[in-house]
């Protein structure tokens, strides 16, 4: 298993130049989620999903989107770049059998993340 | 709201000294946590979680957390140090309620610095 795969590892951009953020899981885990990683700031929940075709917003989605088409794909959209999405994103996934609170609770895994500069 | 705080930006040890890293936690409902390690350029790995149980939790590479309710905190714990150990480290709560459910909300983290 190669677990919770990004592309690219690095990027620059310039304001207003829009990218896609790749994510790809092997692990057929029903949610997936979107972080950014600011320094001192912790990690911050953009979107997530808990299944194929089912998305919702975290923290801090503003300036972002996402779409899920297969379970293993959770692609972020950044549209109109600006310098405050300069950060390191992570995308993270995670196995829970039923959306109830006496389910189990799985440990998220994360990818290797993507720094990306905006200029 | 659900809340994590690690106090401590920075925690230094010396090798083979016992360390703790703290955190604090603020829930609604029942409390379920995590710990995380980062190591430069890399994602983050889980170490260990509390669901229920024992308050006393054993993880990866030789880590424990002690859950306290009363005190509401979840300390990292090992007995000791290795310059390896050296890491950023993540508290995080699991939000437990309706249509947020299975969200992670993760503290600041804290910079962990073993030294020879």
């Known amino acids: 298993n190669a677990g919770v795969t990004q592309t690219p590892k690095f990027r620059i951009l310039k304001i207003g130049q829009s990218m896609t953020l790749q994510c790809t899981q092997d692990?057929?885990?029903?949610?997936m989620y979107w972080y950014r990683q600011d320094p001192g700031m912790g990690l911050k929940l953009i979107y997530y999903s808990v299944g194929a075709g089912i998305t919702d917003k975290g923290e801090v989605p503003n300036g972002y989107n996402v779409s899920r088409s297969t379970t293993e794909d959770f692609p972020l959209r950044l549209e109109l770049a600006a310098p405050s999405q300069t950060s390191v994103y992570f995308c993270?996934?995670?196995?829970?059998?039923?959306?109830?609170?006496?389910?189990?609770?799985?440990?998220?895994?994360f990818g290797p993340g993507t720094r990306l500069t905006v200029l | 709201a659900q809340s994590v705080a690690q106090p401590e930006d920075q925690v230094n040890v010396a090798e083979g000294n016992p360390l703790t890293v703290k955190c604090t936690y603020s829930?609604?409902?029942?409390?379920?946590l995590f710990w995380y390690v980062q190591y430069p350029n890399r994602g983050l790995q889980f170490l260990l979680k509390y669901i229920t149980g024992d308050n006393l939790v054993k993880g990866s590479y030789g880590f424990e957390a002690e859950f306290n309710k009363s005190q509401t905190s979840f300390h990292l714990k090992k007995p000791s140090a290795l310059v390896s150990d050296s890491a950023l480290y993540f508290c995080a709560v699991r939000d437990d309620r309706g249509s947020t459910l299975g969200r992670l909300y993760f503290g600041r983290g804290t910079q962990l610095t073993v030294w020879p």
């Open positions: 692990m057929n885990h029903n949610y």
């Open positions: 993270a996934s995670s196995y829970d059998p039923q959306r109830e609170s006496t389910g189990p609770y799985n440990e998220q895994f």
């Open positions: 829930v609604s409902g029942n409390p379920y």
